[in-house]
């Protein structure tokens, strides 16, 4: 009797919880022995599960303390008030005033992740989150990486993507496929990047540094077009 209530009831051991066996235990041979009939442990297989871990341990740990001083949370009233009383807001860089339901320009309440469509249309729209984003940190990683092969080895950007040998088209295209990945997880999740900071690097800064790394990189590869050498080169 001892045996079959022992068995009956859930055992937590080393953070592997079993499921409880209900009573059906089946008796066999003498002496009151019991144990579980063959059936009852082919039914049981793979049925066993690990609760440890589950939002605990050091990982969640360390999420939540990064969460709590990098992240704030946008709410829907912080937008609408943001679309209300910011200037840039009520007109597009082309000088329309956005419009509900239109292809471009869209209220700050539709394009945002917190808030809007999270469609890949919708996050790769002209306005979306997605492009500048994506670009802004891409341009940012391409003028840094230009400017030290070219002082490495005095070849202009043209010349690393497609001289023989040279890995640079390859790097680029494994770049784009990393930096895009990485900075859509957040946006399908409904964070944007004004959701985050660390210290000095606000969405605002990575923006503006972005755009600025864009004109750099245009002007660099514009330059070395027309004087067939590197801008830093030895």
């Known amino acids: 009797m001892a045996a079959m209530m022992m068995m009956s009831s859930s055992a937590l051991v080393g953070g592997l919880q079993a499921l409880p066996l209900q009573g059906r235990l089946t008796k066999v041979g003498g002496a009151g022995g019991a144990r579980l009939a063959p059936r ?30 990098t992240k704030k949370t946008i709410t829907k009233d912080d937008i609408l008030r943001n679309q209300e009383t910011n200037e840039s807001e009520r007109k597009s860089v082309f000088g329309t005033e956005p419009t509900s339901g239109s ?9 945002r992740p917190e808030t809007g469509d999270k469609s890949f249309w919708s996050v790769f729209a002209f306005d979306g989150a997605a492009p500048e984003t994506i670009n802004c940190r891409l341009a940012m990683l391409g003028f840094v990486w230009a400017v030290v092969v070219e002082k490495m080895s005095g070849q202009t950007v043209f010349e690393q993507v497609t001289n023989a040998g040279q890995p640079g088209l390859l790097y680029f295209l494994g770049a784009v496929q990393l930096f895009t990945y990485a900075s859509l997880v957040p946006i399908m999740s409904g964070e944007s990047t004004d959701a985050r900071s660390f210290g000095p690097f606000t969405a605002r800064a990575e923006r503006w540094n972005g755009r600025i790394a864009m004109l750099g990189f245009f002007g660099l590869v514009v330059t070395e077009a027309f004087t067939h050498s590197a801008v830093f080169g030895f």
């Open 40 to 69: 009852l442990m082919t039914s049981l297989a793979g049925r066993v599960r690990c609760d440890a871990g589950k939002g605990q341990g050091p990982l969640a740990d360390a999420k939540g303390v990064i969460d709590q001083q």
């Open 103 to 111: 292809f471009y320009p869209r209220p700050e309440v539709e394009r």
